[in-house]
Structures are given as C-alpha cells and as structure tokens.
C-alpha cells in the first residue's frame, strides 16, 4: 500500500496517518523529518462513501471527484487509492520516502494504554477487540494487516482512542456489574482519546492555567462524546465500555435503558445482529428524525409545519438535551466548571448547537458573545461569563504521527 524507497541517497523522512472508518479514509503525510513536528500536514485528503453508490476523493488542493471502487473489494480499492496518490506527491519531493505509518486505532481493550508499534502478535489481539467498535476497528485492522504483509519493515504505530482515559479513577472505570465481569476486562474505557489528547496541549497554549483547572471538553461529530478534565487529565467521560455509550450521536443510540435492548430482542424477537444494526447505524439523529444525521441539515427543516419539520424538532431537542444533561453531570464530577470547549465537525462549525446547548447552560452563569460565536471564534463567551468557552478545532492526525517519532532516529 505503501511505496518502498529506493533511492541511496538519505531520505526525507515522511510519517502516513491513517484514519479508517466504515465508509471512508482520512490520511494525512507530515513531514517527519521537521521537530518540532509541524501541526499542519504537507498534503492530506479523504475517501468517503466507501461501499455506497457515489464514493469520492479529494485532498488539499484538489476538490472531490466522483470515482470508481471495486464493488467486490471497496476497502481495498480505496486503501490502493490512497496509495497511488501519495506514490505520485512523493515524485514530486526529492528523496523523501514513507518512514512510518500511524494509524488511530479505537479500542486498545485493557492491555494496550500507550502507543505501540504493530506486529503480528498486536494485530491478533487488535482483532479481538473488533466487537467493541465495529464501526472502526476493523478497517484499520485491514490496512494494518495489508502493510504488514506488503511493508513488513515498515514502521507502523497504532495510537488507541482509549489511551487517554487511563488516568479514568477507578470509581469511573467500574461498571455495577458482577465482579467477575471486571476481571474479564469489562469496565468503562473511554475515547477519543486522540481528539483529548491534542486539546491537552492546545488549551493551555490558548487559555493558560485556566484550562489545567475545570475544563469540560465536547467532542461533538458524528460520533460525539464529552471529557471531563483536571490538570489536563481526563477524570471522567461520557463514553464508556463501548462507543455506543453517553451522548446521542448521528447514527448511535448513546446511553440506553438496557431493557430496551432486552425488549428489541426477547418480545419482538428481532436477532442480535439486527439490534446492533438499530443501535449502531439507524438511531440516534438519523432515527429520531427519519431524514438525516447531520444536524446542519435537520437545522433548515425545523420551521416547517409537516410530520419531517416536527420529527426535525423533536430530534435535534433530544439531542441537545441529552449534551446539556451530561455536562450537567459532569459538572458535578468537577464541582463546578472553569472553561467549556467545543471541538469535532458540529462542536467547531454549528454556532446554532453551541447556542442552544450554552443557553441551557445559561443556570452556570454562562453566556455567550453571539457575534463571536456567530464567527465560530476562540473564545465565544461574553465579557462576565462565569465560564470562558472556546471553540478549537482538534487534530488527532497531528497527535498519532507524533507518536510515531519515537520509532524513528532524531
């Protein structure tokens, strides 16, 4: 997947990262050879709509382009895709060569809490974690097993989502249920880890000391969660044993009376993998509304008067309740709350979310600047605010290529 240098003259050093999900690929090429790492990537791109009708490609510089995927083997096809287009950049550089390959990994289970370079045996144990998150853990097991057959030099690092919540106490960890289930390795793990991790480092640069106190962090995207953070440590977490768990999200149920589940299955009968298909892929957003996952498209549709505006409504209120409820929570975790900040997709783009989700927050003291969050900036709260809220764009590329310097000289 990954081209072989070889040239004999040293080589500019270049670090791949790879972020694999069901339907797409997001990779991004930083220049290793630079330290400090630079945080913007030399080129990066996405293939998305991965096994569907209309799959597409684009990277810096070049706008998305319908293409064409081996129906039979889409992954695959998207996988050599990406390895084409990063051949053809790197004629274009000098001497450089692909050193190492990062790849965000999901779920590290209760063995793996620190970035680690991949071989056979840490695939195999990978693999069993794939139940955990089907949505995620598979795919980048796939290009992980690809390159380990094509590229067994090849340097490759897999940075865990579930890494960050290590320093979870154990109170947050536990799950009620039978002993015997916790050693099984059956607790709360916690993740985006990845996402968290970056804003450990860039809350303090903008905000100083105020960010190591109470900080609350929301990862709102497709998949969405909350982290509660002291001394820039995570402390508590809305995901938990799976990411499924916490915050409604665009797709995902979040959390769930378990009897329903129960319910699903024993009086309607329906199978295990058709419960999972409901929980994972036909909830959260897209089920309560009937029409989509995103919330900037549910947006418009809420002023009209048919049965879609008011499912629109109805979606959208339960899921910024939902938000409001576990800050609320979390909140009372921290005993009070120094600084909020929005990051991911919606957390960073969608000025209405954060404004409804701050109003219900209004009881804190907070309030928001409406023309600074209107322009999606730092700091949208208002002079007096009780909580300083920020808006930062995360960077778990940056964070995973990071990591993978530790494999290579200099």
Known sequence: MIPAHTASSPARELVVVLNCGSSSIKFAVFDGAQRPLPRKPLWNGKVQGIGGPAPDFGESGVPPFAIALDAAHPYRAALQLIRERITARLAQLDGARVAAVAHRVVHGGSRYFEPVRVDAGVLADLKAFIPLAPLH?????????????????????ACFDTAFHHTLPKVEQLLPLPHAAWERGLRRYGFHGLSYEYMATALPERHGDLARGRTLVAHLGSGASLCAMQGLQSVATTMGFSALDGLMMGTRTGALDPGAVIYLMEIEKLSLQEVGRILYHESGLLGVSGTSSEPRVLLPLESGADAQAERARDALALYVRRI???????VAVLGGLDLLVFTAGVGEH?????RRVCEGLGFLGLRLDAEANARDAAVISATGSAVTVGVEPTNEEWVAARHALRWLPG
């Open 137 to 157: 853990q598979p795919f980048a097991l796939e290009a992980m097993d690809i390159l380990l057959r094509e590229r067994p030099e090849l340097v490759q690092v």
């Open 324 to 330: 409001v409820r576990e800050i609320g929570a979390l």
């Open 350 to 354: 969608s000025a209405e979310i954060r």
